[in-house]
């Protein structure tokens, strides 16, 4: 018999109202502004806090996470807490670099809907080529990687194709 969970084991912590892509299903209503972002301090509270009541790990977001500043050091604080940091991007700006610091992640994943044109059903800007990029720097830092896919009648007919392609990639 299983008892009661003191604490959720997982918390989605939207950490920014940033993102440059402006995807219209969007619950963020994210843009170019910050208002509503907590500042680093606060942001470190709310984690310790978490990981006081026992979460076991936290996905952070947004908007888009990798516009905000400080997340490299706001995932390290989490894991100085005992938290597992997990991130959700939608890619575009990782880079090789950025990759390596993803090591401090759990896991992350990178919004994608479809291979080829069916990237951006979506997602405005989203561009495939950039994503699988990504992916490839990823995966060559060792950083556990993941698909997180919206799913609509527009890319239906497509998930086949994107699940082989995250087979062939060796995705989660």
Same mark, same amino acid.
């Given at each position: ?19 440059s ?8 209503d994210?843009?170019d ?10 942001f ?19 908007g ?9 050091e ?17 890619g ?25 044109e ?12 950039r994503?699988?990029q ?6 060559? @830092? ?5 698909i ?10 497509g998930?086949? @194709?994107?699940? @082989?392609?995250?087979? @062939?990639?060796?995705?989660?």
């Amino acid at each position: 018999k299983i008892g009661d969970l003191s604490a959720p084991v997982e918390v989605h912590f939207a950490c920014t109202n940033q993102c440059s892509m402006g995807c219209g299903h969007c619950y963020m209503d994210s843009g170019d502004g910050v208002s509503g972002d907590l500042d680093t301090n606060v942001f470190k509270q709310a984690l310790s806090s978490l990981a006081e009541m026992g979460v076991f790990h936290v996905a952070l977001g947004g908007g888009e996470a990798l516009e905000r500043h400080d997340l490299f050091e706001l995932a390290q604080h989490a894991r100085t807490c005992g938290l597992v940091p997990n991130l959700t991007t939608n890619g575009h700006l990782v880079t090789p670099d950025i990759a390596r610091k993803m090591t401090v992640f759990g896991q992350v994943n990178l919004s994608l809907d479809g291979v080829g044109e069916g990237a951006g059903v979506f997602r405005d800007g989203a561009d495939f080529h950039r994503v699988d990029q990504a992916f490839d720097y990823l995966l060559e @830092a060792g950083v556990s990687s993941g698909i997180n896919c919206v799913v609509g009648r527009e890319n239906y007919d497509g998930l086949p @194709a994107l699940f @082989a392609y995250a087979a @062939a990639k060796g995705l989660k």
